[in-house]
């Protein structure tokens, strides 16, 4: 699979016994033949005359004009098979193939020119329906998950995907409707109907969301941007009979409307451990102009740089930021705030214990900071290296970070003096494990600073989590994983 297919434009060589005669004085010189098509090829431009595709069923063969039409401006072999093998991952890109082949071969028949190539691409399409069945526990519940997933479905890339998952507590569902744009895969649309059910121990809340969501993704420049519209029908519950009446007040059902946008650079080499790059995330949220009891503008940033040091080391520094303002003079909802603490964000304290809390139930805040350096090594001695000990690396880090509500009457100095009181931070050292590329596993001993009352703190913070579901939970939001 991915193999690139081309004859050979080298003769083979040929040896025998040296017999110390010099056959130039046995025969005399052949007369010099007219170059053969294999020594053009090797030495003079080519031109692509034809590209052809086996194998296609259901797929629309315009659709692949746009992936493959580059190949036709190569203008020696090298670039045919360097811009063939492009053509090759934007075809699997479109998640319509299983497998995708590629041969170049002499271009032949009536039309063919002495320096002309013929590229065949043969394709595999994946079937038209799959599925998947799995189990997951965690948060004390255990669930099923059911999977259909039907890829290329009009023939122009579009999927569906259904996701429906029945735990031991709740049950919730997904559906998805995703269409990229023909010879624009980044830009996409996608349409989402949903149930998802999340409880958050650290506030004694379960919230319910029943929802439709519609989003455009594309590229500009070097940027990347989402904009997104959301109506959701929450329910907002009590998840123990002990929980704070400031948590009982928000209970209750509500409608959301909200209008998003996204815009992100990303230069960094991986998302689990980069070693060079940037990372810059700015999202804005305008609740309420499109209907809705829920009535705010919220704004929030992320930014990461990486920079790598000697003996394969790496440091990092992380700053997150963002401000919640309510609109026509309602107080902001539990369920939109947000939360501060733990191994996502400022380690060494329990998840999401700080800030604003009553009863010991944490209500989140309406402004945050948090930042943090960190420096990356391989472990001590390099056990294992060049293979399963490159899975591992030494951590060592300094967090900080603040929670609070504003009083919006005040001047921005009032505000900014606010978030630098009662600043929390921590340092520690650990052991991260990278799970693929799809997660990370940390260990850490942490020594908590500057706690405050009604903080809680742990001095061992353990984390498992994807840089999606790191995102989702950072923000408060129940999250609904769909199948890619």
């Known amino acids: 699979m991915g193999t690139v297919h081309a004859k050979s434009l080298d003769p083979l060589p040929m040896h025998g016994r040296d017999l110390?005669?010099?056959?130039?004085?046995?025969?005399?010189?052949?007369?010099?033949?007219?170059?053969?098509?294999?020594?053009?090829?090797?030495?003079?431009?080519?031109?692509?005359?034809?590209?052809?595709?086996?194998?296609?069923?259901?797929?629309?063969?315009?659709?692949?004009?746009?992936?493959?039409?580059?190949?036709?401006h190569a203008k020696n072999l090298i670039d045919v098979m360097k811009r063939a093998h492009v053509a090759r991952l934007r075809l699997l890109r479109l998640g319509v193939f299983k497998e995708v082949e590629v041969l170049i071969d002499t271009s032949e028949g009536k039309d063919a020119l002495p320096n002309g190539l013929d590229i065949t691409f043969e394709v595999t399409e994946i079937k038209r329906l799959t599925g998947s069945y799995n189990t997951?526990?965690?948060?004390?519940?255990?669930?099923?998950?059911?999977?259909?997933?039907?890829?290329?479905?009009?023939g122009r890339a579009e999927k569906v995907t259904f996701q429906f998952s029945y735990g031991t507590k709740e049950t919730s569902y997904g559906l998805s409707f995703f269409k990229p744009q023909p010879g624009y895969f980044e830009r996409n649309f996608t349409l989402n109907l949903y149930k998802v059910t999340g409880q958050f121990p650290w506030s004694s809340l379960k919230e319910t969301d029943?929802?439709?969501?519609?989003?455009?993704?594309?590229?500009?420049?070097?940027?990347?941007?989402?904009?997104?519209?959301?109506?959701?029908?929450?329910?907002?519950?009590?998840?123990?009979?002990?929980?704070?009446?400031?948590?009982?007040?928000?209970?209750?059902?509500?409608?959301?409307?909200?209008?998003?946008?996204?815009?992100?650079?990303?230069?960094?080499?991986?998302?689990?451990?980069?070693?060079?790059?940037?990372?810059?995330?700015?999202?804005?949220?305008?609740?309420?102009?499109?209907?809705g009891d829920a009535s705010f503008l919220k704004e929030d940033f992320e930014l990461q740089l990486n920079r790598k040091l000697f003996w394969d080391s790496v440091l990092s520094a992380s700053l997150w930021g963002g401000m919640l303002y309510p609109i026509g003079g309602q107080p902001s909802c539990i369920?939109?705030?947000?939360?501060?603490?733990?191994?996502?964000?400022?380690?060494?304290?329990?998840?999401?214990?700080?800030?604003?809390?009553?009863?010991?139930?944490?209500?989140?805040?309406?402004?945050?900071?948090?930042?943090?350096?960190?420096?990356?090594?391989?472990?001590?001695?390099?056990?294992?290296?060049?293979?399963?000990?490159?899975?591992?690396?030494t951590h060592f880090f300094l967090n900080a970070g603040n929670l609070c509500n504003l009083n919006y009457g005040e001047g921005p100095q009032a505000h900014l003096q606010r978030l630098a009181e009662c600043i929390r931070?921590?340092?520690?050292?650990?052991?991260?494990?990278?799970?693929?590329?799809?997660?990370?596993?940390?260990?850490?001993?942490?020594?908590?600073?500057?706690?405050?009352?009604?903080?809680?703190?742990?001095?061992?913070?353990?984390?498992?989590?994807?840089?999606?579901?790191?995102?989702?939970l950072k923000h408060h939001r129940t999250f609904f994983l769909r199948l890619s």
């Open 210 to 291: 029943r929802g439709l969501s519609a989003e455009l993704n594309f590229p500009l420049g070097v940027t990347s941007h989402t904009l997104k519209w959301e109506g959701v029908w929450r329910e907002l519950g009590c998840l123990a009979r002990s929980a704070s009446f400031a948590v009982r007040e928000e209970s209750g059902h509500s409608l959301k409307s909200a209008l998003s946008h996204s815009m992100s650079i990303d230069s960094r080499n991986s998302a689990i451990f980069p070693n060079r790059g940037a990372l810059l995330r700015i999202n804005q949220e305008l609740a309420g102009y499109t209907g």
């Open 136 to 154: 997951m526990v965690g948060n004390n519940e255990g669930s099923m998950v059911l999977g259909l997933k039907l890829p290329n479905v009009f």
């Open 335 to 393: 369920a939109d705030r947000f939360y501060l603490g733990g191994p996502t964000s400022v380690r060494g304290f329990g998840m999401y214990s700080i800030g604003p809390q009553s009863e010991g139930d944490y209500l989140g805040g309406e402004a945050y900071w948090a930042g943090g350096v960190h420096l990356y090594t391989p472990l001590p001695f390099r056990p294992g290296k060049g293979g399963f000990g490159d899975l591992f690396r």
């Open 425 to 472: 931070w921590s340092y520690g050292a650990g052991i991260v494990l990278r799970l693929g590329n799809i997660a990370r596993l940390e260990l850490n001993y942490c020594v908590p600073m500057g706690v405050q009352s009604g903080d809680r703190w742990d001095t061992m913070t353990r984390a498992a989590a994807a840089p999606l579901v790191l995102f989702l």
């Open 20 to 72: 110390g005669v010099n056959p130039d004085d046995l025969m005399e010189p052949p007369e010099q033949e007219p170059e053969s098509k294999q020594e053009v090829l090797e030495n003079k431009d080519v031109v692509v005359q034809h590209v052809n595709i086996q194998g296609l069923g259901r797929t629309k063969e315009d659709l692949l004009g746009y992936e493959i039409s580059d190949v036709f």
